[in-house]
């Protein structure tokens, strides 16, 4: 399998590639944003790790124009911060997973299985229908795109994904333990308010403008998906 590093510290990134190698993928280095675009647009990579700050294109900007493109490649990001703000905005950029420096190098490796994993598993699974639909809510999982009473809904990567795990469970209380794993993955910070933060985006923008609203809080619980409340 393939991985690409985005890291424009040499000594980070031999260390990356020593490591990753010894697990049995084969890894390209790239030494800016742009350069990584190129090798993208010349070699099929399963997984891409790229450091966010970076000299030229940040890898904020990198992701972003990686998810516009089209390419769902797993992502993960390096960061030597790790503020809540900055994790928010690396997910709604379209990064998958978040390690800060300085990490172990096992961690990684299980990041990059898990992630592995995750798609595999979406490769081979058979879906009947592109489209799921509650009440006049309708979420469209090949274009990406959410309508409601016909209006388009602009959803950030993460919001899509929130809304995605919601709609398969409708009328039914889900735990933020739930979520945690079906939507971030089994390496979720336990410690942030992360799912909060992102159910309050999703009102804002599946109910603000319309009378009838569908995601409800169960305080010290939960969330749910419902018109009946």
């Not at 790790?82 to 172990?104: C, M, N």
């Not at 159910?199 to 749910?224: C, E, N, P, S």
Request: net charge negative.
């Amino acid at each position: 399998m393939k991985i690409l590093i985005v890291e424009d510290n040499s000594r980070v990134s031999a260390l990356l590639k020593r490591g990753l190698e010894s697990q049995g993928y084969q890894v390209y280095i790239a030494e800016e944003a742009e350069e990584g675009l190129i090798l993208l647009g010349k070699i099929d990579f399963e997984l891409i790790i790229t450091d966010i700050m970076l000299a030229g294109m940040d890898g904020i900007t990198f992701c972003k124009k990686i998810r516009q493109s089209g390419k769902k490649i797993p992502i993960i990001m390096l960061t030597a911060l790790g503020t809540i703000d900055e994790k928010i905005e690396g997910f709604d950029a379209g990064a998958d997973d978040y390690l800060v420096k300085p990490f172990e190098i096992r961690e990684l490796y299980a990041r990059v299985k898990a992630l592995l994993q995750r798609k595999n598993d979406a490769v081979h699974t058979v879906e009947e229908t592109s489209q799921i639909t509650y009440n006049d809510l309708v979420l469209d999982k090949r274009t990406k795109v959410v309508y409601r009473q016909g209006i388009t809904i602009n959803l950030t990567p993460k919001e899509f994904n929130l809304l995605h795990f919601l709609m398969q469970h409708p009328e039914r209380l889900l735990t933020r333990d739930e979520i945690a794993d079906n939507v971030w993955g089994n390496n979720f910070d336990t410690g942030t308010n992360y799912i909060d933060v992102y159910i309050a985006y999703l009102r804002k923008k599946i109910d603000k403008d319309f009378d009838q609203k569908l995601i409800h809080t169960k305080v010290g619980m939960g969330f749910i998906l419902s018109n009946k409340i």
